[in-house]
């Protein structure tokens, strides 16, 4: 009857550390994902403003430079409303009678 019940302990605690590590491999391999997509992006960043500081004279540069700076600011701002939206519709507690449409 003891070695039964110690089985199933050490059953769940090996599903447990598999879970745990299949979770941590997913992370990594996600965390790597994302780092190379921004490496990538950000080389081609540097390689499209090379390439246009060079095809435009100054003025029209620095109107180039303008509108990204502006479109970097308009985008944190539609990043933050989105964080906020997001918390206040996961914080929403429906009605009792709505709660039972949605399993």
């Given at each position: 009857?003891?070695?039964d019940?110690l089985d ?16 941590k ?37 620095s ?6 700076s502006i ?16 918390t ?11 709660s039972?449409l949605v399993p």
């Amino acid at each position: 009857m003891k070695s039964d019940t110690l089985d199933i302990k050490s059953s769940r605690v090996s599903a447990s550390i598999k879970n745990l590590l299949r979770f941590k491999t997913e992370t990594l391999s996600q965390g790597l994902w994302l780092l190379v997509v921004t490496i990538v992006s950000g080389v081609f960043n540097y390689l499209a403003n090379i390439s246009v500081g060079r095809l435009l004279i100054p003025s029209e540069y620095s109107e180039y430079v303008s509108l990204l700076s502006i479109s970097l600011i308009l985008g944190s701002v539609t990043a933050v409303l989105q964080t906020v939206i997001t918390t206040q519709v996961h914080a929403y507690k429906p009605h009792p009678v709505f709660s039972r449409l949605v399993p």
